[in-house]
């Protein structure tokens, strides 16, 4: 079950449960809109009219330009990060590894790491934050997903990022969270080689959305305009699509 989680209002600080928004808003009948739910008789409601309540939900909630605090390198928890998979860790040749980047984009790219690797490096030290309801301090290192973006040429009316990875998991994300500036494809935690059971080669990491969100074994990126039916591995069996922190 996924517990009721928190909203940050980032004008004043203070904080409500995702329910009281969805009462005080008047979207509480039709929140099941909001989770993105995977019912095959309803993934094309889903996907032509949560479409508009989701950007209404994320332009209320969210400032896609605004860094949440970090915390500093004695507070890092290097046991804490417990390994999740879909279907166990995929085996992948770095050397042999293309990120690709498709979809509505004037330039497609297909990225080894090395390439990837020749891009500016940020590092982070976040929270992620798991909907099973721990959490884990950790450093990443890797580059901006909008600078990928950036370099695919991303046609205007591009609102979605759909991510494939190696296992066969996916999901997707809303574009004014990918473009924010903490969130990065990593290849390093806590200042070493991203380990395989976390993602190795690539993964996403962000301190703005849950953990189920941010996939690892990440190979493709795809940009789109319109939600496709299929939003997610999770949303499509009910999580919330949004998973916003």
Known sequence: MVPNLQIRCFGNGSQFTRRQFLQISGLSSLSFLLGGCGAPILEDVVGKLSEPLNQKFEALIFKSQKPVPEFSQSEIQPQALIV???????????????????????????????????????????????????????????????????????????????????????????????????????????????PPDNGAPLRLAAPIKLGYKQSKWVTRITLVSHLLPRQGYWEDQGYEWFAGL
Request: proline share 6%; aromatic share 10%.
């Open 84 to 194: 999740n998979s879909f279907r166990g860790t995929p085996i992948i040749d770095p050397a042999k590894y293309r990120l690709i980047v498709d979809g509505e984009v004037n330039h497609p790219l297909s990225l080894s790491m090395i390439e990837i690797q020749s891009l500016p490096l940020t590092s982070m030290i976040i929270r992620h934050v798991c909907v099973e309801g721990w959490a884990a301090i950790v450093q990443w290192g890797g580059i901006r997903l909008r600078d990928i973006v950036a370099l695919a040429q991303p046609q205007e009316n591009v609102k979605y990022a759909y991510f494939q990875s190696a296992d066969g998991y996916y999901s997707s994300w809303d574009i004014a969270s990918a473009m924010h500036p903490q969130t990065l494809l990593a290849y390093q935690k806590n200042g070493e080689p991203l």
